[in-house]
């Protein structure tokens, strides 16, 4: 093969490449599994809050088991390393001022998992769970993180245009929502949008990141390597909540079980993408973290962390468990499951001219509302018409009656 056949091979490599890096990022795709996601986290944020309430004053304000000076210090540099962390939190100290922010708080949470004007509870209540995180430092969890940055990442998307308040109220207000704007952006249609898989394949990353350097982590101490990690998990008895010492018995299970987590956990974020091996990986995780939750005690973190996962499930999976969304939804674009493969350019002019396709739908539905809108300010303008008709043909025949002669 000469040099000039092996650049035009290479060039044509280069471009399927960036081919499929394009779709992998930028195909449209439905929201509703981002809309599953933002119930279970805003419901567990709204429960983090609610269980915080009931020892408030421990937690916040001049009396508490740290209090606002020595969290600022915590960030100021006046301990160590300062940070960028910082909260408003550390200036409230008021009783009655902290009570009213935390009933807010709740408030604008639950406003957020039920999905009522998403597009501004989803923000807030992240905003908010950051001015409580950078408040709280040294009483944090691992879920604490976790509901964090997935409240994050829902915020840019149209999590709430599904299985939401804001759902029904688009239906509800479906002729006023069609000539404001506002209300166009304030209810969103759930429809195939590029921030939809912006903000999955971001949650997927940030995913993979997690676990890899947890397993990286794990990877440097001794337990994990002789198999003994999980038989000193499940004897802890700090955080034992089923009695699991019975497996002491079984050290080739134990030392299997711990050598498979390490396996597991650090190869997660290359075995999750291919098709064949991403449901082994899913039910794995599924058991991991359920195993934590209701052996170890941290039965909310474990139950997140399953939750975390399903975000690598794809919204046409649903179909199969929803049929009656199939007469909802506009067939689902093509959206490529793992990270960029190289396509055919057939294929990815098949994707090219299907994404045109939707944008012309989308173009030619607003076109109608429109429309619409127009017509209607039509009729209301002949109506006034014919009114004023009526009463100058009135007046004429006034004009017409005959004179009198006295």
């Known amino acids: 093969m000469n040099v000039p056949a092996m650049i035009e091979i290479f060039k044509a490599w280069i471009g399927q490449l960036f081919s499929a890096w394009d779709r992998f990022w930028f195909t449209p795709r439905y929201p509703h599994v981002l809309g599953i996601l933002r119930i279970l986290t805003g419901a567990m944020l709204f429960y983090s809050h609610l269980v915080l309430a009931t020892q408030l004053g421990d937690f916040l304000g001049d009396h508490a088991w740290i209090n606002n000076t020595i969290a600022a210090q915590l960030h100021d540099g006046a301990f160590g390393p300062a940070d960028m962390g910082r909260s408003y939190l550390w200036h409230l100290s008021n ?35 950051i001015m409580y995180l950078h408040r709280l430092t040294g ?56 921030a939809a898989n912006v903000g999955t394949r971001l949650l997927q990353l940030h995913l993979c990141i997690i676990y890899l350097f947890g397993g990286l982590a ?58 064949l091996t991403r449901p082994i990986v899913i039910v794995i995780a599924v058991v991991v973290h359920g195993g934590i939750a209701t052996t170890l005690g941290m039965a909310t973190f474990g139950m997140m962390m399953i939750a975390a996962n399903f975000i690598f499930i794809e919204p046409k999976w649903l179909l199969t468990i929803q049929p009656w969304l199939a007469t909802k939804m506009a067939p689902l674009p093509a959206v490529v499951d793992g990270p960029p493969q190289i396509a055919s350019r057939d294929e990815s002019e098949i994707a090219a001219r299907e994404q045109r396709l939707a944008e012309e739908k989308e173009k030619l539905k607003q076109r109608v509302e429109t429309l619409k809108k127009r017509e209607r300010k039509v009729r209301r303008a002949a109506e006034k018409l014919r009114k004023r008709g009526e009463v100058l043909s009135e007046d004429f025949d006034e004009l017409d009656e005959p004179l009198e002669l006295r």
């Open 139 to 194: 009483t944090l969890f691992g879920l604490d993180q976790i509901v964090t940055y997935m409240a994050m990442y829902l915020m840019l998307t149209p999590s709430g245009s599904c299985y939401s308040v804001d759902a029904w109220l688009r239906e509800r207000f479906f002729e006023r929502r069609a000539s404001n704007r506002k209300l166009v952006w304030l209810l969103p249609e759930c429809r195939a949008t590029l």
């Open 218 to 275: 794990k990877a440097r101490g001794e337990l994990w390597w002789d198999g003994t990690a999980m038989w000193f998990s499940v004897a802890n008895y700090e955080y034992q909540s089923i009695n699991m010492t019975w497996i002491g018995a079984y050290p080739r299970v134990f030392s299997a079980l711990t050598h498979l987590t390490l396996f597991w956990e650090v190869f997660y974020c290359a075995l999750v993408w291919p098709r």
């Open 95 to 129: 009783p009655l001022l902290l009570w009213l922010h935390h009933a807010a708080t709740l408030l604008i949470t639950a406003a957020f998992a039920v999905g009522f004007m998403t597009r501004v509870t989803a923000p807030a209540a992240w905003f908010l769970q």
